[in-house]
Nanobody, 121 residues
Framework: QVQLVESGGGLVQAGGSLRLSCAASGSIFSMNTMGWYRQAPGKQREYVAIITSGGSTSLADSVKGRFAISRDNRKNTVYLQMNSLNPEDTAVYYC???????????????WGQGTQVTVSS
């Protein structure tokens, strides 16, 4: 069974930084694309960042220049470095990953349980 577990969320003042981590564990054959979404209270879940297995990245316009996504393939872990945080970044942050559990299996999408990020003004 595959699990994605996020960590690193918390309360921070505006202008501060946080680093989120998301580690995938279980029966994993190979990891593909990984990324982050977030959901603020009363809003729909929105895309934040994505990173391919080769390391290519893409970020939402709202976080470009402030956030960075990276991954450690040896650890099956994806990171989200968040700088210059503002109250509009307050949300539950969810990581996801496309992966295979066996050489012959299809790619499947897995999600973490979410970690709360709160930015105070």
């Amino acid at each position: 069974q595959v699990q994605l577990v996020e960590s690193g969320g918390g309360l921070v003042q505006a202008g501060g930084s946080l680093r989120l981590s998301c580690a995938a564990s279980g029966s994993i054959f190979s990891m593909n694309t990984m990324g982050w979404y977030r959901q603020a209270p009363g809003k729909q879940r929105e895309y934040v960042a994505i990173i391919t297995s080769g390391g290519s990245t893409s970020l939402a316009d709202s976080v470009k220049g402030r956030f960075a996504i990276s991954r450690d393939n040896r650890k099956n872990t994806v990171y989200l470095q968040m700088n210059s945080l503002n109250p509009e970044d307050t949300a539950v942050y969810y990581c996801y990953a496309f992966l295979r559990v066996a050489a012959t299996s299809t790619l499947r999408e897995y999600w973490g349980q979410g970690t709360q990020v709160t930015v105070s003004s």
